[in-house]
């Protein structure tokens, strides 16, 4: 099929190399000139696993194509998805002018029929809005269907080739047998397609999200309380998870979600409840929850030096919000530095990806190493904020050699209390 993918980001780049790698000819339109220059010249402009691999594979085989002019994209393909940003607007709502700008130019431009599919997270009875905008400007017939995304950033390209399910919404019996028809090399396994009312469909998207960002807070809430009772959230964890009702997944404490998605989307859902006079309480609950918990290391580390932190050496161990990505979105980390900063601390980093897109936010503000050992040398205390696997078994005696003081924050609960106590470092995790 040919296929146009508007939006070239994390979701865009992966949904079009991806629907290329099943011998599709995919066009990928962003505004971004120097994002397609990037991509014109074979190269991948963000860090996602394997994404570079089923990338050049399909610029080779002449399937995967880049422009920045949205009329390319109308005149190539039958479906057009829209991967457009959704980010947080002033009152927690989801700005959709992306979106419905690019309907707008789309209404202007469609000359014959097209399924345009919003793979954007939007609030419910976005996709009518998308289809009034086209309709505005034109006669000609199209649908608009609501397919949202769940793969996560750092598994991005295994999430998209094997979707544990794939929601479509739509009522339109033409757009749903094509579009099932595109997605059919990806749930060879037996995983359902899911097809529902569109506006149940957008709103399964945020139901999802919210819940996962709840579960993660709940978790940091019973880890808070294990401090106060002398409990090990990581002993509560593994005793809850094996409950197939709980689940093991996505109960890990730490220092709060981030990302672009959990936070936008949670605040997103909470604001459409007040637009319709429903308070989601527990999203309140949520949100200030996770806010708090982004910095509950800093009073842990104001006790430890006894809130003398002026000129104190910090080295920072994982910058990303999460491993396996370059994206600092909303990361707990800079939250975390900036905390740090104001009160004069000396901050000394090391992130196996994200560096170079902390150092255009913070510039010359703190200082980058070039690998997690250079990032320690004469700290008095080192936090890790991200689990990336080259931090879960570091040399300690290595550590211990080059640090001023055998100091760990731990927010992602990597190592052993007992091992810790061992290799003598004062150790201080989230919930143990
Ligand atoms: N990042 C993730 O893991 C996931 C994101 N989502 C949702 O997917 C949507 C996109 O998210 P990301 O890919 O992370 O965003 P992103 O910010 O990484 O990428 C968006 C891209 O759209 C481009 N763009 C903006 N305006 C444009 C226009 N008028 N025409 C063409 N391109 C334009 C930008 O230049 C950028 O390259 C959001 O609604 C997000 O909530 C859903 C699931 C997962
Ligand atoms: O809509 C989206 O953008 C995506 O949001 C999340 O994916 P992502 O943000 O890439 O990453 P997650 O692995 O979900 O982690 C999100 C945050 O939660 C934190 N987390 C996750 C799991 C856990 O047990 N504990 C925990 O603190 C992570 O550190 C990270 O900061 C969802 O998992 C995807 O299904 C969804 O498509």
Redesign the pocket.
Known sequence: MNITV???????LVTGTCLAETGNNVLC????EN?IELMKKGQVP?YEPHLDVIFERNIKADRLKFSTK?QDGLNHGDIIFL????PEDEDGS?DLK?IL??ADEIGKRITNYKIIID????PVGTSEKVAKAIAKHTDVDFDVVSN??????GF?VDDFLKPERIVIGSDSERAIEQIKKLYKPYVRSGNPIIVMDKKSAELT?YAANAFLATKITFMNEIANFCELVGADVDKVRIGMGTDSRIGKRFLFPGIGYG???FP??VKALHKSGRDSNYDFKILDAVIEVNQKQKLSLIPKVEAHFDNKLENKNIAIWGLAFKPETD?IREAPSLEIINALLKQNCLISAFDPEAMPNVKRKLGDKISFANSMYEAVKDADALIICTEWSIFRNPDFKKLKSLMSSSVIFDGRNLYDIAEMEKENFKYISVGR
């Open positions: 508007v939006g070239t980001g994390y979701v865009g339109i962003d505004i971004d994002k963000i949205l991967a457009l940003p959704t989801a992306y700008g690019v793979k954007s997270t939007v949202p995304e769940f793969l996560r950033e991005a998207k990302g672009s998605c936008k989307d994206d």
